[in-house]
Structures are given as C-alpha cells and as structure tokens.
T-cell receptor, first 114, second 114 residues
C-alpha cells in the first residue's frame, strides 16, 4: 500500500524567508503532483513532475522530484502573504499519464506572517 | 469559461436515502475523477475515469458508484449513504498535453449524512 507523508504539517514563516516542504512516499513512482488549496476553497493544480530529477518553477515556488529517494520538495523563496494556503502532494501509481490512481499526502498548512 | 460544475454544493440527507452528486465539465477532457476530503485524512481518491464507459477504483471506492455515459459528465452515486460518508467531495477533470496534466477542480459538495 502506497503511503505518502508530508512534512511539516503546519508551517508559520515570516515574509521574505525561504522554506521547504517535503513529500516522502513509500513505493516506486515517477509521477508526482503538487496542489494548493486556499481556506474554504477548491484545489488548484500547481505542478506535475514526470521523472527523476524533474524541476518545475512558477514564481516563488519550485518543485523537484528524486525518485530514487522517493522524495519531492516544494521550495518557497522569499515568501509573501499570498502564498498562505494548504499544499498537497499526490503520488501517481498507475501506468497511464493522466488516467491515474493518486494517493495524497495529508497536506502542509502554510501561514506567512507579515 | 473553462469549468467543472458540481451540484449540489451542500446536501444534508439521512442514512440509506440514495443520492447523486453531479459533475460536468465543458473542456472536452478525457479524464475525470472524484475525491473526498476529511479533516486529518487529507484527500482520498474515490474513482477515476479515462473516457466514456471506462472507470477505475481509487483508494476509497467502497459505498460509491460512478458512471461515465457521456464524456462531459461523471456523477457520483451513493446508493445507501451512511454517516461515515459525511465529507467534502471534489470532482476534477484533465487532459494531459505535452508533459502537463492540469487538473481542474469543481467547487466542492459538502455532504452530511445523518
């Protein structure tokens, strides 16, 4: 059974600081997704990482995937208040890209303090 | 406007009374899926579908049915709802292209089973 763990579960950080959210998973996979959820809202897709060593960046967020270590990171650079949200990773464990069984981490609630 | 529409947004029902939550997308996406979100458990995938008449079980399919008779619609059916199905439900659709698979989520359906 695939298990996905995110660390930390809660994170408060000051504006302007850098930090990293970790997503560890227990079985082999080479596809991993990151999502954002604002309080009381739906989910928004951020990144899909498709192979070992994949790196994607959008604004102050950068995600990477190390399939050998079964680890993905979401790095936040110079945090701003707008990035306050809950971030989820999800690991795909089926063969077809797009038609995927996804197992999610429990999420990291990020609060950026002015 | 690209949309995934879920109905109803809120529903209170009683144990055993069959219900259907509808999901419709206007983007001609092949892939659709259903998730439930519970405090402390994060998101869990219920079912997913790669096209008309093709559906697969996610991590928590017990007590749910789906159908995909038309490409745009993917209803979630609870034949005999129980209190442990009280949750927040999300539908999503996507169409992978050129190494990207952006999932579009509906606004969510909050279900209470008494």
């Amino acid at each position: 059974e695939l298990k996905v763990e995110q660390n930390p579960l809660f994170l408060s950080m000051q504006e302007g600081k850098n930090y990293t959210i970790y997503c560890n998973y227990s079985t082999t996979s080479d596809r991993l997704y990151w999502y954002r959820q604002d309080p009381g809202k739906s989910l928004e897709s951020l990144f899909v990482l498709l192979s070992n060593g994949a790196v994607k960046q959008e604004g102050r967020l950068m995600a990477s995937l190390d399939t050998k270590a079964r680890l993905s990171t979401l790095h936040i650079t110079a945090a701003v208040h707008d990035l306050s949200a809950t971030y989820f990773c999800a690991v795909a464990h089926s063969f077809n890209f797009g038609n995927e069984k996804l197992t999610f981490g429990t999420g990291t609630r990020l609060t950026i303090i002015p | 406007e690209a949309q995934v529409t879920q109905n109803p947004r809120y529903l209170i029902t009683v144990t055993g009374k069959k219900l259907t939550v509808t999901c419709s997308q206007n983007m001609n996406h092949e892939y659709m899926s259903w998730y439930r979100q519970d405090p402390g458990l994060g998101l869990r995938q219920i079912y997913y579908s790669m096209n008309v008449e093709v559906t697969d079980k996610g991590d928590v399919p017990e007590g749910y049915k789906v159908s995909r008779k038309e490409k745009r619609n993917f209803p979630l059916i609870l034949e005999s709802p129980s209190p442990n199905q009280t949750s927040l439900y999300f539908c999503a659709s996507s169409s992978p292209r050129r190494g990207k698979n952006i999932q579009y989520f509906g606004a969510g359906t909050r279900l209470s089973v008494l």
